[in-house]
């Protein structure tokens, strides 16, 4: 009961008091008045009367009260005639009143100015800078990449403009990115559509301007909106001294996007690259962890380096020529590159030598004759591999990247590869399927509907035979048959399509996993994911292959802003037709069983018009943090290969 009457007595003095505000300014200054004299002239009477130097008299006694409570209000307290003391007690309250309103202006102005600053509406007031438009999951790697890229700067700083509180954004950064070292992250508050809110970020001084795809439907035609918009803000934006990066999910989309970004813009298709990547990793198993070595500034990259006294002579001889880099290609002086241009072709006068090597300090020159030197002959094997074998290759799920894979396997498979599709819904298995394998020649493709989820649907495919199993994810809903046929109520919008599609591919890795351990056989899996957070969740084995979109394109993006050329290097890897890694068999390049120097290996590869840069040890595949990979081994570096082993090379597809 004692409780329940104080929390009762505390509600009701609060609503008095919530009575008392609501009577509005005149009421609230009586009553604050009222409070201070109601404090004031008893604590002044209390003074008063206990001073021992006090007046006698009451008539004195009571000037003293009106003098202390005049003071501590700073009205004054003279005394004297009553015209005096009004006078004196008016022009005090003038005086108050003034020094009150302009305290209370410049109170006003000061916290409207920390509003503004805290809603990010001030001006980024910086010079080759990086601007990042937009706010999605990506703006977590991207934002990590770049703090990497510029450690070794004195001075860097990166602008965020997005529709997002500023203060929550940097907290989110923050938690996500952690320490940033020597480079400023400035949050900003803005439409990225809007021309005018875009310069806050100042994109006309930045080095690079970085456009991220919203999550959703609609996030191609933002990036388009938002590439436009960079247009008008700053005209000619693509073909100045920023480099503009920006990506789309669609690959429909990517002609228009090219176009909104200008002739010197890149604009990556997140679809086609993932589509090519899946292809090439499912084929190779283990060249995912190669693209994330080279991608990431935390390991081996490319770099231009000076040709030097290479000039006129063979690219073969490049080969051999450092140390602690390897050479994969040649960068023009009109920008455009030639990757593994053949050992005979001539360095030109301008030409630089692009190097994998693991800082741009490192790209340096060796004593080509004492790399040379370390090349052992005995060991270097001169039978060429036999050629590819025709494969039973399994597609687990359907989204709109499917028909992409299906259309990248049929250019790098040999003819007789047969490839099964298991898909739920109408869509992947019925009239839209059909239409993707009608012009298909080397490609085999046999179409069958079910959950990927279900462990039954699973063990009828007998799995373990397969020599390539690609897990993508769906997220597609049933569609009809054939055009024209009745249509469907439409299915509620989904607000995280990519989410729940690695919600199923979890499931279906779980299940895999069984299916594996009960044929005692490791599975050949290559799994497409959206969050690389649900990848570490992935219940799948030290090494996997796992193709994580967000986290893929982040890393393209980053590199290809920080380096231009680069887009031509990746455009070149990412295509069927042209020149890419690959892990080949170690045995074809020199002998098992015997140590070897690895410039050894760069002979053997180079013999074969291929650029060797790493190697993949079988025994340690499972091992972390590499799983077996070396990227960029020194020349002298020496390795005992095995059976099943891998040497990692360039060379044409």
């Not at 390991?299 to 051999?320: I, S």
């Not at 990927?452 to 373990?464: E, G, N, R, S, Y």
């Not at 680069?566 to 990412?574: C, H, I, P, Q, S």
């Not at 943090?625 to 570096?637: E, F, L, S, W, Y």
């Amino acid at each position: 009961m004692a409780q329940q009457h104080t929390t009762s007595l505390r509600l009701r003095v609060r609503y008095r008091f919530d009575h008392l505000v609501s009577g509005g300014t005149t009421a609230l200054i009586g009553w604050l008045a009222l409070a201070c004299l109601a404090v004031v002239v008893p604590a002044s009477t209390v003074l008063v009367w206990s001073d021992r130097s006090a007046p006698t008299t009451l008539s004195g006694r009571l000037t003293a009260v009106w003098v202390s409570v005049g003071q501590t209000l700073k009205i004054g307290g003279a005394v004297g005639s009553p015209l005096h003391v009004l006078a004196s007690v008016s022009l005090a309250l003038v005086a108050l009143l003034f020094v009150s309103t302009l305290v209370s202006l410049i109170t006003t102005g000061i916290n409207r100015r920390i509003m503004s600053l805290r809603l990010g509406h001030s001006t980024v007031l910086e010079t080759r800078h990086t601007v990042v438009l937009g706010w999605s999951d990506q703006v977590f790697p991207v934002i990590g990449e770049l703090v990497a890229a510029n450690a070794n700067q004195r001075r860097s700083a990166i602008a965020v403009l997005a529709p997002q509180d500023k203060v929550w954004m940097e907290s989110e950064i923050s938690t996500r990115v952690g320490d940033s070292g020597r480079t400023r992250i400035v949050c900003r508050n803005g439409s990225t559509t809007d021309p005018t809110e875009l310069c806050r970020v100042s994109p006309r001084t930045a080095k690079a301007v970085l456009v991220l795809p919203p999550t959703g439907d609609g996030g191609d035609a933002h990036v388009v909106k938002t590439l436009l918009a960079l247009d008008a803000a700053v005209p000619g934006s693509g073909e100045g001294d920023a480099v503009v990066v920006a990506a789309v999910r669609d690959s429909r989309n990517h002609v228009t996007a090219r176009l909104a970004a200008g002739p010197a813009g890149h604009v990556l298709c997140v679809d086609d690259i993932v589509a090519r990547l899946l292809v090439q990793t499912a084929r190779q198993p283990g060249l995912s962890l190669v693209y994330s070595e080279l991608l990431d500034f935390a390991g081996d990259e490319f770099y231009p380096a000076d040709a030097g006294d290479l000039v006129g002579r063979p690219f073969g001889e490049a080969l051999l020529s450092f140390a602690t880099s390897c050479a994969v290609g040649l960068l023009h002086a009109d920008g455009s590159v030639t990757l593994n241009p053949g050992r005979e072709a001539v360095i030109g006068p301008a030409d630089r030598i692009i190097v994998i090597s693991r800082d741009d300090d490192t790209a340096v020159r060796t004593d080509a004759a004492a790399l040379a030197s370390l090349v052992e002959e005995e060991a270097i094997v001169s039978a060429g591999p036999g050629p590819a074998p025709a494969e039973r290759l399994l597609l687990l799920g359907w989204n709109r990247r499917a028909p992409l894979v299906i259309e990248q396997l049929d250019q790098y498979v040999s003819p007789g590869t047969t490839l099964d599709v298991v898909a739920l819904g109408g869509y992947a298995a019925t009239y839209g399927a059909r239409s993707v394998i009608a012009a298909r020649s080397r490609l085999e493709v046999s179409l069958h509907t079910g959950d990927i989820t279900d462990p039954l649907t699973l063990a009828k495919l007998d799995v373990p035979s397969y020599d390539g199993v690609i897990v993508i994810g769906e997220t597609e809903h049933a569609a009809p048959d054939a055009p024209g046929a009745p249509l469907a109520a439409a299915p509620d919008p989904d607000p995280d399509p990519e989410g729940r599609a690695d919600d199923r591919t979890l499931v279906t890795l779980l299940h895999l996993r069984a299916i594996g351990d009960a044929a005692q056989r490791e599975l050949a899996l290559t799994t497409e994911m959206s969050d690389d957070g649900n990848r570490l969740l992935a219940p799948a084995r030290g090494g996997a292959d796992f193709i994580v979109s967000g986290r893929l394109i982040s890393l393209l993006m980053t590199q290809i802003s920080e380096s231009p050329y680069l887009a031509e290097v990746f455009e070149e890897l990412f295509k069927a037709e042209g020149h890419e890694f690959h892990l080949k068999p170690a045995a074809d390049y020199v002998r098992t069983g015997t140590e070897v120097s690895f410039a050894t290996v760069v002979e053997s590869a180079r013999r074969r018009h291929a650029c060797a840069v790493g190697y993949r040890l079988r025994a340690h595949s499972a091992t972390a943090p590499d799983h077996g990979v070396r990227i960029n081994p020194d020349k002298r570096h020496r390795i005992r290969f095995s059976e099943g082993d891998w040497v990692i090379v360039l060379a044409e597809s």
